[in-house]
């Protein structure tokens, strides 16, 4: 019984963090960010990398964001956007920018190139 309900809980952390995900996937994409922060969240010129940092810590840079707390110029252009979030929709789009799927993360293969010969010239 004990094991059921273990496999049981587990089962529906996986689905519940498969909803968030994708939740904040759309939001991610739906409201604009990528504009600034790029498609894949690697950031772009002078606007941060969201990809793959700390949930915790960008829940907190959003939510200074959100009370209008700037921590430099650039910020002023960054808090109209976080306060056109929820708290609900901030702990979405940071548990996706936490785990997202990047290209960057995923294994790439050398291709092993050697030249025989001189080329057939
Ligand atoms: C107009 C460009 C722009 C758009 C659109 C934008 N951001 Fe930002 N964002 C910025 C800039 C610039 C900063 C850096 C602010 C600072 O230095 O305090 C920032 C900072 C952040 C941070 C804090 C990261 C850090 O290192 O301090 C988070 C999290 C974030 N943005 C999430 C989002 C999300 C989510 C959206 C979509 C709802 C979004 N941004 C849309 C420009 C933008």
Redesign the pocket.
Known sequence: MVRFLVVLIFAISLLFGEDIYSKGEK??LS???????GVDAKGLH?????AN?SKW???R??YK?QKGI??????S??I???K??SDD??EA??YF?ENIHSSANEESYDIEYESWGDGGS
Do not use: N, V, W
């Open positions: 939001l991610y409201k604009g960010c990528p504009s600034c922060h002078e606007y941060p990398k969201l940092r810590d960008l829940r840079r959003l964001l700037a921590s430099s110029q650039q910020s252009m960054m109209p956007f976080a056109t979030l929709e901030i789009i940071t920018l």
